[in-house]
């Protein structure tokens, strides 16, 4: 397995330091982009990487700034920006990740806190992606950690407790407890942008204008997770499917859940079904 971290600098300066696995050179036909949480790093979900190395997708994870665990001394850009910001860092990596992997099929891979500001990116920026994956989504503001005495900080820094976030195993516990960062912030800029985009989400958000093939993935026990919300979402599509796989006794970190190996089932079932 091939595993790099780097960086790359954006049209307008910023750099976004990023990691990229890959089984070996070329042996791929598909392209993950993952947007971390960015409650467990990707580089830790080990699991998820496996998984996806296993599916012949080459993994591309950017910690884009507003919301990231990757932090680096040499980067002068604060990340303090709001939407606006979001989308232009996305976008410039995504086009990168485009122009060097050519034709290639792109699917996203969105978790947690992450699916709110990609949501509005995707129906807001042409073209879209013909399918994404989001993991956990948090789509109401309203909602730990980003509500409350937190929003008055400069950035929403990142504070739960593992009771809720993880998964009632013990063994499971002590496994993830060591992985998930404790350098991890929102950008208060970006939250206060998506309560305002939000307030009647999803029925401010325009139709997809092309076919697109969505998987929801979520646990029942998860207290971060809006389950109106997700629903909200399949109804307001027009053009696509989405579909909803939710697990009993899951928590947040799903990938590193008791019940992880019946998720991994179910996408690949969702993933026998795109066909392009």
């Not at 789509?139 to 407790?161: E, I």
């Not at 960062?181 to 970006?190: A, E, P, Q, R, W």
Request: aromatic letters at 14%; glycine letters at 6%; proline letters at 7%.
């Amino acid at each position: 397995m091939n595993h790099v971290k780097t960086y790359y600098k954006t049209g307008e300066g910023v750099d976004i330091h990023y990691h990229s696995w890959e089984v070996r050179q070329g042996g791929y036909k598909w392209i993950a982009l993952v947007l971390e949480g960015p409650y467990l790093p990707v580089d830790k979900n080990k699991r998820m990487v496996e998984f996806l190395l296993k599916k012949y997708f080459k993994v591309y994870s950017p910690g884009i700034p507003e919301i990231t665990s990757i932090v680096s001394k040499e980067t002068s850009y604060n990340g303090n920006g709001g939407l606006r910001s979001y989308l232009a860092n996305i976008g410039s990596f995504r086009s990168f990740i485009e122009e060097r992997e050519g034709d290639m099929p792109v699917i996203p891979f969105v978790f947690s806190i992450s699916a709110l500001p990609f949501l509005y990116y995707y129906f807001n920026v042409l073209p879209p992606f013909k399918a994404f994956v989001l993991f956990s989504p948090v789509l109401d503001y309203k909602m730990p950690p980003v509500n409350g005495p937190l929003f008055l900080k400069r950035r929403v820094k990142v504070r739960y407790k593992s009771s809720e976030i993880l998964s009632d195993t013990e063994e499971e516990r002590r496994t993830v407890e060591p992985l998930i960062t404790g350098d991890n912030s929102v950008s208060k800029k970006l939250v206060k942008d998506l309560r305002r985009e939000f307030k009647k989400f999803p029925g401010n958000l325009p139709v997809t204008p092309d076919s697109v093939s969505i998987g929801v993935y979520y646990g029942e026990a998860d207290v971060l997770t809006s389950v109106s919300r997700i629903e909200g979402l399949q109804n307001r599509l027009k053009n696509g499917k989405l579909e909803i796989f939710k697990y009993p006794r899951m928590k947040h970190i799903i990938f590193y859940d008791k019940y992880w190996k019946k998720m991994e089932d179910d996408l690949n079932l969702f993933f026998s079904g795109l066909t392009f």
